[in-house]
């Protein structure tokens, strides 16, 4: 299995302030590039916490006696960090989205390049896979995940077409999706719109969003004042999120004010919006929409 470089490695780790003896967590692990940097600035006494919900992963643990892996879903994270006898961190990194090698291994079905079975599943354990979203959800629910989580304008259209296709016979691969939804792929923008799909699918599945929202606020409390949140999100539904948490401290709304109009957040961001340069671009094309934020417990 190849797991393709780490993306925004240095600045993501730099971020996050290692403290030698401190104790981190790489909720995202796969291919264990992040992890193994932090480990790099760790002393004997410095421990590192990761998670991967992809078995997959676990073929890249690590041999060393301060690290654990975890092999759940970071929505979880509080909870077995507890088990392992922590309340808290000095800092946490997410690298958000899919792997390099969830994309590369055609059977798992997340790209657009391959004929594969509809799956879609990060935890290949869970039962909803993307066949079942496009066989069965209503036309509705369908049409208002791919304008949400896809962002399409033919939301509507699009969704009417599956659901006539599959009256008639199931869709079960993504070559036949593909063939199902031709006329809304134009030659110039296929490639675009067909990755808008995928992801809108992709995330209904692994419910990326709602798992996204409960990590971010299990994040309050569990690093410590001072201690580093550093998040990396690849489009702007996740970005959104990590922005408002760190902005508000809240998703939807505004923090409550007192007399004077002063409001309290968790965190204060730690320099500007940080995105790869042109050179890590061209060497990992995954890096393309990157996005790292980084901010520290107050």
């Given at each position: 299995?190849?797991?393709?470089?780490p993306?925004?490695?240095?600045?993501?780790?730099?971020?996050?302030?290692?403290?030698?003896d401190?104790?981190?967590?790489?909720?995202?692990?796969?291919?264990?590039?992040?992890?193994?940097?932090?480990?790099?600035?760790?002393?004997?006494?410095?421990?590192?916490?990761?998670?991967?919900?992809d078995?997959?992963a676990?073929?890249?643990?690590?041999?060393?006696?301060?690290?654990?892996?975890?092999?759940?879903?970071?929505?979880?994270?509080?909870?077995?960090?507890?088990?392992?006898?922590?309340?808290?961190?000095?800092?946490?990194?997410?690298?958000?989205?899919?792997?390099?090698?969830q994309f590369?291994?055609?059977?798992?079905?997340?790209?657009?390049?391959?004929?594969?079975?509809?799956?879609?599943?990060?935890?290949?354990?869970?039962?909803?896979?993307a066949?079942?979203?496009?066989?069965?959800?209503?036309?509705?629910?369908?049409?208002?995940?791919?304008?949400?989580?896809?962002?399409?304008?033919?939301?509507?259209?699009?969704?009417?077409?599956?659901?006539?296709?599959?009256?008639?016979?199931?869709?079960?691969?993504?070559?036949?999706l593909?063939?199902?939804?031709?006329?809304?792929?134009?030659?110039?923008?296929?490639?675009?719109?067909?990755?808008?799909?995928?992801?809108?699918?992709?995330?209904?599945?692994?419910?990326?969003?709602?798992?996204?929202?409960?990590?971010?606020?299990?994040?309050?409390?569990?690093?410590?004042?001072?201690?580093k949140?550093?998040?990396?999100?690849?489009?702007?539904?996740?970005?959104?999120?990590?922005?408002?948490?760190?902005?508000?401290?809240?998703?939807?709304?505004?923090?409550?004010?007192?007399?004077?109009?002063?409001?309290?957040?968790?965190?204060?961001?730690?320099?500007?919006?940080?995105?790869?340069?042109?050179?890590?671009?061209?060497?990992?094309?995954?890096?393309?929409?990157?996005?790292?934020?980084?901010?520290?417990?107050?």
């Amino acid at each position: 299995m190849e797991y393709h470089n780490p993306v925004l490695l240095k600045e993501s780790i730099d971020g996050l302030g290692i403290k030698p003896d401190g104790v981190y967590v790489d909720v995202t692990f796969g291919g264990g590039g992040h992890s193994r940097e932090i480990l790099k600035r760790l002393d004997k006494n410095g421990r590192l916490f990761a998670f991967d919900q992809d078995t997959d992963a676990l073929k890249n643990t690590i041999d060393d006696e301060r690290f654990v892996l975890i092999n759940e879903n970071f929505r979880f994270t509080k909870r077995f960090l507890r088990v392992n006898g922590y309340k808290k961190v000095d800092g946490i990194l997410a690298d958000l989205g899919v792997s390099s090698h969830q994309f590369d291994v055609a059977e798992r079905g997340f790209s657009t390049r391959f004929d594969a079975d509809l799956d879609m599943r990060m935890n290949q354990g869970n039962k909803k896979s993307a066949y079942d979203v496009i066989n069965y959800y209503e036309e509705g629910a369908l049409s208002d995940i791919l304008f949400q989580y896809g962002e399409l304008r033919s939301s509507r259209g699009i969704a009417s077409k599956i659901v006539k296709a599959r009256s008639e016979h199931k869709i079960n691969t993504s070559f036949q999706l593909k063939e199902v939804l031709s006329q809304f792929l134009p030659k110039a923008k296929e490639h675009k719109i067909l990755a808008q799909i995928f992801q809108a699918v992709r995330i209904e599945v692994n419910e990326e969003l709602e798992v996204l929202k409960e990590f971010l606020l299990q994040t309050v409390d569990l690093i410590n004042e001072g201690g580093k949140l550093s998040v990396i999100s690849y489009h702007s539904l996740e970005d959104r999120l990590v922005k408002r948490l760190i902005q508000n401290g809240m998703f939807e709304g505004e923090p409550e004010r007192d007399f004077y109009g002063n409001f309290t957040v968790p965190f204060k961001k730690d320099g500007k919006l940080i995105i790869p340069n042109k050179e890590e671009i061209k060497l990992n094309n995954r890096a393309r929409s990157a996005k790292l934020r980084i901010a520290f417990r107050i």
